[in-house]
């Protein structure tokens, strides 16, 4: 069965060694390249047929380019796979048997007996534009823009080599009168690791521009996550589920003098394992180490009310806190505590400098528990000396029962036990009981 004519054809291989040329097509689920098995040891090109005629006796796979699936936005690599050991070759790059290598547009397949006739790879889609040196493009096939900012261009990769998904960020290292050092991310990441903090992998310099190589997570960040829930909020234990991975993570860097500075559901990343959802902070593009800040940076809707004051010198970790606040009331409710819409209230910058917390929507707010309702109170306050620090968000009440869980969890008590804590633990009362294992 042929592709369909009307489809444009997304790839195409040309031989160099006779006349061929087989073009791919969308419909195309993939395609192999056989050899007949009488001319194995011979010198004779690869054949390209589709699928559906191979399969037979007298012809043997003997390599097989897979397609990925369609996503829109997304260009989908097209993976080379070998069945022989050091039969084929990629740009003179030997394959082992089973080696499965990205192939990128006038890529070059070879087989080792016979380098001088090869097969040339053409992509014939629009690829993304990325503006990466050469060196660094033929390691990496770009498959979607994940985003643009002022900070730099986030682009999802693939290693080709290894097929591993990772994030490169694209910072340029100078602008004209910069307010802050855009390559100070790349300084200040490049000590971090904490199981709840995004992790930076490599660093690839040049003059201009500064790319940094991070871990990517399947699920992209917290505010897709709210979005996918029917009533756009997450589980009241849910949502503390990810505020205390969070929290870990943030006190690792509050620990350590670091500011974030930009905390909010867009740079809280999510990986889901097992059913399990793993959250990390990262985008540290506005971080700083904590000391002397007057700068006025962030997203409004997260800004604290020192943030509208210029040149006056605020507290890092604190704004970091009241941000973190916003998250939570975003998270339980799906919606911000301060909003342009709020019409009578005042402009949002008039709301946040006020201060005022308001639960509307009492089908939401009354089945969330007091307690979480507390924290997000101590948390956006106006006052920063007020204000609760990390330390004292994780011993608040709302996440301290759930904190001890997580201590039973890790030292593997047995069911039984467990259960009897979680009886003693009630997530719902207004008044918790304080249980601590020594």
């Known amino acids: 069965m042929g592709p369909n004519p009307v489809v444009k054809a997304v790839a195409k291989i040309i031989s160099h060694s006779k006349e061929l040329n087989y073009e791919i097509f969308n419909s195309d689920v ?17 054949t390209i047929i589709p699928i559906e005629v191979g399969g037979n006796e007298e012809n043997e796979i003997v390599c097989r380019l897979e397609k990925q699936d369609d996503e829109k936005e997304v260009i989908k690599p097209f993976v080379f796979r070998s069945f022989y050991d050091n ?32 097969f040339e790879f053409h992509d014939l889609r629009t690829l993304i534009k990325t503006k990466f040196p050469s060196n660094l493009m033929k390691d990496y096939f770009v498959e979607k823009l994940l985003g643009d900012g002022p900070n730099g261009c986030a682009f999802l990769v693939h290693n080709v080599r290894t097929l591993k998904r990772l994030v490169i960020k694209r910072v340029k290292k100078f602008k004209e009168d910069p307010p802050f050092d855009y390559v100070f ?26 790319f940094l190589f991070t871990e990517y997570l399947n699920y992209q960040d ?58 990390k902070i990262g985008d540290f593009g506005l971080a700083a180490y904590d000391k002397d800040l007057t700068q006025t940076c962030g997203t409004i809707h997260y800004s604290p009310p020192e943030m509208f004051y210029k040149n006056k010198i605020y507290k890092g970790t604190k704004c970091d806190i009241w ?37 509307r929507c009492d089908s939401i707010w009354n089945r969330i528990s007091y307690e979480c309702k507390h924290l997000i109170c101590c948390m956006i306050n106006v006052n920063p000396l007020i204000r609760l620090d990390i330390h004292e968000i994780e011993n608040h009440h709302w996440l301290r029962n759930f904190r001890t869980l997580q201590n039973v969890r890790k030292r593997s008590l047995d069911v039984t036990l467990l259960k009897n804590v979680k009886r003693i633990h009630n ?6 009981k304080i249980f601590l294992l020594t």
């Open 30 to 46: 993939d395609f192999i390249m056989q050899r007949n098995q009488n001319d194995l040891k011979s010198d004779e090109s690869l």
């Open 427 to 432: 997530f719902e009362t207004k008044k918790p």
């Open 323 to 359: 941000s973190f606040g916003v998250v939570l009331f975003c998270m339980v409710s799906g919606k911000f505590p301060f909003y342009e819409s709020f019409v009578d209230c005042g402009t949002i910058d008039q709301q946040i400098k006020t201060g005022i917390v308001r639960f």
């Open 87 to 118: 039969f084929f070759m990629v740009n003179k790059k030997l394959l082992r048997k089973g080696q499965r290598i990205i192939l990128q547009h006038k890529d070059k397949i070879s087989l080792v007996k016979n380098q001088k006739k090869f």
């Open 222 to 279: 917290l505010l897709k996550l709210i979005n996918s829930k029917i009533n756009i909020r997450l589980d009241e234990n849910e949502a503390r589920d990810c505020f205390y991975q969070v929290t870990q993570g943030l006190k690792y860097l509050h620990q350590l003098n670091i500011c974030h500075r930009d905390i909010k559901c867009d740079n809280i990343f999510v990986h889901k394992e097992n059913d399990k959802v793993i959250c």
């Open 185 to 210: 991310e790349a300084k200040i990441m490049n000590g971090l690791n904490h199981p709840n903090v995004v992790r930076l992998i490599h660093v690839y310099d040049i003059i201009d521009q500064t």
